[in-house]
Structures are given as C-alpha cells and as structure tokens.
Nanobody
C-alpha cells in the first residue's frame, strides 16, 4: 500500500503563497487518483483539490489553488496563492486506489499524516 508524507506547511501572512508537497512511497502516484483535503478546528475534513489517475483532469474547490503531479519524483504538490486566514487548517494528502477521480472522502483509500497551515491576518 502507498504511504504519503506531507511537507511544506507553516505560518504565513494573509496574501502569501505556499506550496505543499506529498511524497509517496510503496506505490506510484500515477496509479492513484491523488488529492488534498483540509480540516480546520471543529470542522469536518473537506475537499480542496484532486488530480485524476491519468493526470488529465484536475478539480478544485477554490481557484486560488493548483494541484500538480511529478511522476519522476513520485510527488504531488498543492500550490496555494493569496492565502486567507480562513485557509488555516491541517492539510492532508490523499490517494484513491479504486476510482479514476477523487472528490469525496469515501473515495480516499490512503491518507497522509497532515501538515499544518496557519495564515495570520
């Protein structure tokens, strides 16, 4: 099974940009639908962005974010621009093994441990 390790989180200011990375091991990211979810304190984990198994489709909850995949590095990225305080959350990398797409929590088969993103006002 694939293991996912996120990195790149931290404390930034309103309007800053940040790029999160998700390094996969034990499996190739090109064999999974890959995505990002986030969970703010007291809220449910919600969808942020995903890329289809074939890499030909991307889906977003917010146009400020861009997901990309590097098959050689076996890593998925989330570029976040114009960050707002309401973007503060733990961001989780996710992999879906069964479907071609992934946008719902039930479509996720593997989760990373999460990385904290805090945006100050």
């Amino acid at each position: 099974q694939v293991q996912l390790v996120e990195s790149g989180g931290g404390l930034v200011q309103h309007g800053d940009s940040l790029r999160l990375s998700c390094a996969a091991s034990g499996g190739s990211v090109s064999n999974y639908a890959m995505g990002w979810f986030r969970q703010a304190p007291g809220k449910e984990r919600q969808f942020v962005a995903s890329i289809s198994r074939g890499g030909d489709n991307t889906y977003y909850e917010d146009s400020r974010f861009t997901i990309s995949r590097d098959n050689v590095k076996n890593t998925v990225y989330l570029q976040m621009n114009l960050l707002k305080p309401e973007d503060t959350a733990v961001y989780y990398c996710a992999a879906g093994a069964t479907g071609y797409y992934m946008r719902r929590r039930y479509e996720v088969d593997y989760w990373g441990q999460g990385t904290q993103v805090t945006v100050s006002s």
